[in-house]
């Protein structure tokens, strides 16, 4: 589904505003859960450059996903799969993952957070990483015509700590009941 679980946000959160990234790259933001919990925390000015990356195209009107003067949300949207995504998309402060990678086959999200970490060939890739999939079965198809919400990858915390440490740096976690979450730090 296009939302997300509260579980794990508040410690999200908190590591947005201890880091205060200036550039957040939004894989699969859906109804924009992430750039609403902390855009109200970041700096007045400049701001934060937020870019979403949004396989389903019905979601940026249905969610109102593009900044307006009034209101917000993404200041740069890109209507493409992550997978698929140039790799200087990826060359942010943070990257976040946030209930995106249980949508993929398990071998294309390490791929991707592969890509992510390495990031363009001039330039390393994302600083940070904010990582948050359900770690319980989740089983789900289709959701309102959308074949991105089917689940194809059902993760449980070892293999996804596995799988960031793997990538080397810094990694934090939350365990939640339902949902897992990791903040992966290039250092």
């Known amino acids: 589904m296009p939302t997300s679980d509260a579980e794990g946000k508040d410690w999200s959160l908190e590591r947005f505003k201890l880091h205060q990234p200036k550039t957040v790259c ?6 924009g859960t992430y750039a609403k919990l902390f855009r109200p ?5 400049p701001g934060v450059w937020w870019t979403g990356v949004e396989a389903h195209r019905p979601y940026v009107r249905k969610y109102g996903l593009k900044s307006t003067k009034t209101r917000k949300m993404y200041d740069e949207l890109h209507v493409l799969d992550a997978r698929e995504a140039p790799a200087h998309l990826f060359h942010r402060d943070l990257v976040v993952a946030g209930d995106v990678l249980e949508h993929m086959p398990r071998e294309d999200a390490v791929a991707l957070l592969q890509r992510i970490v ?3 060939d001039d330039a390393d890739g994302a600083g940070h990483i904010l990582v948050s999939v359900p770690i319980v079965e989740s089983v789900q198809g289709e959701v309102d015509g959308n074949p991105h919400e089917a689940h194809l990858h059902q993760w449980d915390t070892d293999d996804m700590d596995g799988v960031l440490a793997g990538l080397g740096a810094k990694v934090e976690t939350f365990r939640g009941g339902t949902l897992g979450c990791w903040w992966w730090n290039r250092g």
């Open 26 to 31: 939004d894989i699969g933001p859906g109804e």
């Open 41 to 45: 925390h970041e700096p007045d000015e």
């Open 118 to 120: 390495e990031g363009p």
